[in-house]
């Protein structure tokens, strides 16, 4: 019974992915050019924008209590972003909730600067001609944690459970074509349309995949962040809408940043 099902997920993958395990020479080598060309965009990254707005935009007053985020406590103590990113997510007391970078963000908007959650949480993603305040926020954190290593931990009750409930989200099965994350990303080898699809159930794929988000992208001239990063992937699923800061969001965020545990952080990167 589970290996017809195996079987019927492969028949549906095939029907979307455009080369297998076999890929030949000419797609290797452009493979090969698309690195070339991410190593040469490397050195002038336009996430550097983001960051410098973002870094305005924590220390600037705003709100209806006209506050900074300057005493937002990411984890390590009010004020302290050196670093933090690189423990996300994480249990904290004050909403006795696990939490990653971006619904931490919302708390301290709502808490420090008196928006509402609702207002917190709007336009979470920029598109062109939209800047918006979360995705420069997290260009900004996220850049303070370049070459600190990943170190999350499971030791709370409660992280432990976050851990295990991505898990499950990441084998589930689901959707018209029967897809689960594991389905594109729990096998070797496999591309779509030219990208390697990393198999996040290795470790170093997936310590790769997780520290170089959040990321530019040339294509799309914007910062993605890893929650975009995970929204998009309900879609390449054919999910319903991943509610943005969600218990399933976090719960898949941490279960890949756990993963990525010991590699050091090197984002926001730059894609293609
Ligand atoms: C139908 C196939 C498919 C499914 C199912 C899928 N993804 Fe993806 N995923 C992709 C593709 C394609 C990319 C690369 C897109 C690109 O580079 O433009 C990607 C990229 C990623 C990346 C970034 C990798 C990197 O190195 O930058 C992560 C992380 C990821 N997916 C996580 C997930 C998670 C978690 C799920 C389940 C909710 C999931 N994906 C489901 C196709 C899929």
């Not at 395990?21 to 690195?35: K, L």
């Not at 619904?103 to 939209?130: D, H, I």
Request: net charge positive.
């Amino acid at each position: 019974m589970k290996h017809t099902w195996e079987r019927a997920a492969r028949v549906a993958l095939a029907a979307v992915l455009t080369a297998g395990a076999s890929a030949s020479a000419q797609d290797r080598s452009a493979v090969e050019e698309i690195e070339k060309y991410r190593a040469a965009l490397g050195d002038g990254n336009p996430a550097e924008l983001w960051e410098a707005r973002g870094e305005a935009l924590w220390k600037e007053k705003a709100g209806p209590r006209n506050a900074s985020l300057e005493k937002c406590d990411l984890g390590l103590g009010p004020g302290v972003v050196r670093g933090a990113y690189a423990q996300l997510p994480r249990y904290f007391a004050d909403t006795d909730m696990v939490q990653d970078l971006e619904s931490r963000l919302v708390t301290c908007r709502v808490t420090l600067q008196g928006l509402t959650p609702e207002e917190a949480r709007k336009n979470p993603f920029g598109s062109t001609g939209k800047k918006v305040v979360n995705d420069a926020l997290v260009a900004f954190i996220t850049s303070e944690s370049r070459d600190v290593k990943m170190n999350v931990s499971t030791a709370h009750p409660k992280e432990q459970a976050a851990y295990e409930l991505g898990r499950e989200i990441f084998f589930y099965r689901g959707g018209p074509y029967d897809f689960a994350c594991a389905t594109c990303h729990g096998v070797d080898n496999v591309r779509i349309r030219l990208q390697d699809l990393p198999n996040l159930t290795r470790q170093n794929d997936a310590q790769r995949a997780y520290t170089t988000w959040p990321a530019y992208r040339v294509s799309q001239g914007e910062v993605r962040t890893f929650q975009w990063r995970l929204e998009d992937c309900f879609r390449q699923q054919r999910f319903p809408h991943l509610k943005f800061t969600s218990e399933a969001s976090i719960a898949l965020t941490m279960f890949l940043a756990k993963n990525a545990n010991g590699a050091p952080f090197n984002a926001p990167a730059i894609k293609r």
